[in-house]
């Protein structure tokens, strides 16, 4: 099964423009031959998930945001995110949930504060870029989230200052990971190198410079230990198995361990500075067969889990972890600005999306 994108018209006229720095061309997928819908039985911020047992060390902490991308497409985001919370907690992490249209600046600063990996699904808006020679850290390199003057719904939008770009500017100044945290990103433009759909596919050169713009605030200025950006189906969700899973293997390796993975497509860039980061770059066929830059890297290969993001959570521990009936309840909406991992061992709600039926298939949106 594959999916196919079909650009949204009106009138016979794409839908992008050229003040919107994420068109969502693509944010309609039929699958061929049939299109499947999957009603998920599952009631975000309702139902409470199972808590964690702590081992010996303290339990690996994840924050999954995804930020408005349409009525649509957000759905669709939604669990791929539900799936690679499924993956985390089943290595034993707690995991705080920041989605649309709870997705706004104190709950996710909220979800963050602690996290040893951060995964965001939504819009991006990176450089390279055709909108503006000079890069805006106001709102580049970060997130899009439910803005001030948020609806209350996943139509949330640029147009109106429903949706808001929270660039890498304020992600630094605001957002308190755990030291040698991950930043993970999923399907979000220009993040892995590749442009916006409408757009001419990225060069070598686009590809590194908009990678190296993403992975910069992280990695530099933020104390994290890796980045990852990926746009294929489940992708977040494949790399959270290997670095949870697999603690003491290598970033390396565990970039290595995605199923679309293909070695002749891998390029690897030294860092400029001189150190033992690296930049890697992963050109292949997606999409329907359109070559671009979807899976990249930056940081030390060689690093692992166990070393770097998981170092105050043993590989010991984080194996020994078991799954127990929940302890209290999920912390939901607006309460949860107010959140505190280490209050409770159980998985935090943060918001109360309900996940609707979404279309399903081997693809993965954009």
């Given at each position: ?146 803005g001030p003057g948020r609806r209350g719904d996943h139509s949330d939008s640029w147009k109106d ?111 400029p500075a001189g150190g033992t980061g690296e930049l890697w770059l992963h050109r292949s066929a997606y999409f329907d067969g359109r070559m671009d830059y979807w ?72």
């Amino acid at each position: 099964m594959v999916w196919h994108p079909v650009a949204l018209t009106r009138e016979g006229v794409p839908l992008a423009s050229p003040q919107h720095p994420r068109v969502l061309v693509w944010s309609v997928f039929v699958q061929r031959p049939a299109v499947i819908l999957v009603a998920l039985a599952l009631a975000v911020g309702l139902a409470v998930q199972p808590a964690v047992a702590r081992g010996a060390g303290q339990a690996p902490r994840v924050a999954i945001i995804v930020g408005p991308v349409g009525p649509e497409l957000t759905p669709i985001y939604i669990q791929l995110a539900e799936a690679a919370a499924r993956v985390a907690e089943s290595h034993g992490a707690v995991v705080a949930r920041a989605y649309s249209p709870y997705a706004h600046a104190s709950n996710v600063i909220a979800a963050v504060e602690g996290a040893n990996a951060v995964v965001y699904f939504g819009h991006g808006v990176g450089s390279p870029n055709p909108y503006s020679a000079t890069p805006n850290p106001a709102t580049t390199n970060g997130w899009g989230l439910n803005g001030p003057g948020r609806r209350g719904d996943h139509s949330d939008s640029w147009k109106d200052s429903s949706l808001k770009y929270f660039g890498e500017a304020w992600i630094a100044e605001h957002a308190r990971p755990a030291p040698g945290w991950v930043m993970i990103y999923s399907n979000a433009c220009y993040a892995a190198g590749a442009p916006e759909p409408w757009m001419e596919p990225a060069t070598a050169d686009e590809a590194a410079a908009r990678v190296r713009a993403y992975s910069a605030t992280p990695l530099a200025r933020m104390g994290a230990s890796a980045f990852f950006a990926t746009d294929f189906y489940e992708g977040a969700a494949h790399l959270l198995n290997s670095l949870l899973g697999n603690p003491t293997t290598s970033y390396g390796e565990a970039f290595a361990t995605e199923p679309a993975f293909e070695a002749g497509a891998l390029s690897r860039i030294a860092d400029p500075a001189g150190g033992t980061g690296e930049l890697w770059l992963h050109r292949s066929a997606y999409f329907d067969g359109r070559m671009d830059y979807w899976y990249a890297f930056a940081g030390d290969p060689a690093e692992s889990p166990a070393t770097r993001m998981l170092a105050g959570t043993t590989a010991a521990a984080v194996q020994s972890m078991t799954v127990v009936p929940p302890t209290g309840d999920a912390v939901t909406g607006d309460r949860a600005a107010a959140l505190d991992f280490g209050a409770a061992a159980l998985t935090v709600l943060v918001g109360g999306a309900t996940v609707e039926p979404v279309v399903t298939g081997a693809g993965s949106p954009r």
